[in-house]
């Protein structure tokens, strides 16, 4: 007996291979979807931006979403490439976010300022490949080294922004995994180095006797969290800290610095216990209200949240520092270029060429915030009350 899916035509989503991305088209489509779904999908088609432009982000396009953008500033930071008062914008939809880092903020500005530096810049890509035996997997390491002149030329021959820096071997029996470290300048760069880790694999398959490549074997850690990254570094390498006065701390988050300690202490038992990677309050809430508000990919919070916050006494006031061992973000490229999200980049002076350390130092900053003002809550325990007042409640259904 044929069920009803069996004898249901099926129907393909309308397409028009001239214009699939205009207006007319993107309606055909959302009513297309209303026939099969009990709404009308009126907000899917209400915007502003001329879809023509998402052609290098996104195929079926059928709208966009709108998530509500919150600020919080001022902000002072003080790096070497991130220097003033910022604003900075954040999409979410999770009540109470924009508040508790907006307290965080007020408080580092207060108190001075978060002082914040870039350590790392580099991007990976790791092909595997597979030779004849272990002495020539070995020897093969020796060649790379070798002839990393050249590889480094192949690089330059595939980008003028793209710049192999270094390789880290991993030789397992007659496989070897090469972890090319490359800096790609103000872009993300994942399409960059993936042309030029093509381009390097071709040109050692023609140099070297590998029996066998692949062009990514998961040691680049993409998109994915690892104690690797948190130990090599990726993307953006940044650190922040500040030394709060305790009578501030006690202003502002009505807890002592030492109680704040004190509940971070017990707490990273938890992280212990759990084999949490990193350990951090939820630096995954900031980094998704920026890279959403600022056109970043947002499957590179995976990698990104990988972090380590501490609180420690100094003398009778507060030490707070925050790592992003891995902090995978772009000002050129990608989704930055959207309409909105170029607007929000510009909020803060990031859209563009010579950005990205500036992002990355303001990103570091408005991650501490964060995390000192959720710390503040849990010590202090009004996070449930936080919650309430901001976040629940609001829509009755």
């Known amino acids: 007996m044929k069920t009803d899916f069996q004898t249901e035509v099926i129907r393909e989503i309308p397409i028009d291979r001239k214009s699939n991305y205009s ?17 009308q999908l009126h907000h899917l088609n209400s915007y502003t931006i001329n879809p023509e432009i998402t052609k290098c982000n996104i195929e079926r396009i059928i709208g966009f979403t709108q998530t509500p953008v919150g600020i919080v500033g001022p902000l002072q930071i003080n790096g070497k490439h991130a220097k003033g008062n910022f604003y900075i914008p954040m999409a979410t939809t999770e009540g109470a976010l924009i508040m508790s880092f907006q307290r965080g903020a007020r408080l580092l500005s207060i108190n001075g300022g978060v002082n914040v530096t870039v350590l790392k810049d580099s991007i990976q890509r790791a092909p595997l490949f597979l030779l004849k035996d272990l002495h020539v997997a070995t020897e093969f390491v020796s060649w790379c080294t070798q002839h990393f002149e050249e590889l480094k030329n192949v690089t330059t021959s595939t980008t003028r922004h793209g710049k192999l820096e270094s390789f880290t071997p991993f030789v397992l029996g007659n496989i070897v995994l090469v972890r090319l470290n ?5 872009a993300m760069g994942m399409n960059m180095v993936t042309k030029a880790t093509k381009e390097i694999c071709n040109y050692i398959i023609r140099e070297y006797p590998v029996q066998q490549y692949l062009l990514e074997c998961n040691m680049a850690v993409d998109k994915k969290p690892s104690y690797l990254n948190i130990i090599l570094g990726r993307g953006k390498t940044v650190t922040a800290e500040v030394v709060l006065r305790d009578k501030f701390v006690r202003k502002f988050l009505n807890i002592s610095s030492e109680k704040i300690v004190e509940a971070y202490n017990l707490q990273m038992l938890g992280n212990v216990q759990a084999g949490v990677i990193g350990c951090n309050y939820h630096i995954a809430n900031g980094l998704a209200a920026i890279f959403l508000a600022c056109g970043q990919d947002m499957a590179n919070i ?3 949240c990988n972090g380590i916050t501490s609180f ?8 707070v520092s925050v790592t992003l061992p891995s902090l995978i973000i772009g000002t050129i490229g990608g989704g930055t270029g959207l309409p ?11 859209y563009g060429k010579s950005k990205a350390l500036k992002f990355a130092e303001i990103i570091a900053g408005v991650i501490l915030a964060g995390e000192l003002s959720l710390a503040g809550s849990i010590a202090a325990n009004d996070f449930t009350e936080a919650h309430e007042k901001y976040g629940r409640n609001g829509h009755k259904i």
């Open 302 to 304: 995976a990698d990104s």
């Open 312 to 319: 420690r006494m100094f003398g009778k006031d507060l030490y």
């Open 182 to 186: 490359f800096t790609t300048r103000d």
């Open 23 to 39: 207006s007319e088209i993107i309606s055909e489509r959302l009513s297309f979807l209303a026939e099969h779904s009990s709404s």
């Open 340 to 350: 909105t999200q170029k607007e929000c980049l510009d909020i803060i002076g990031c």
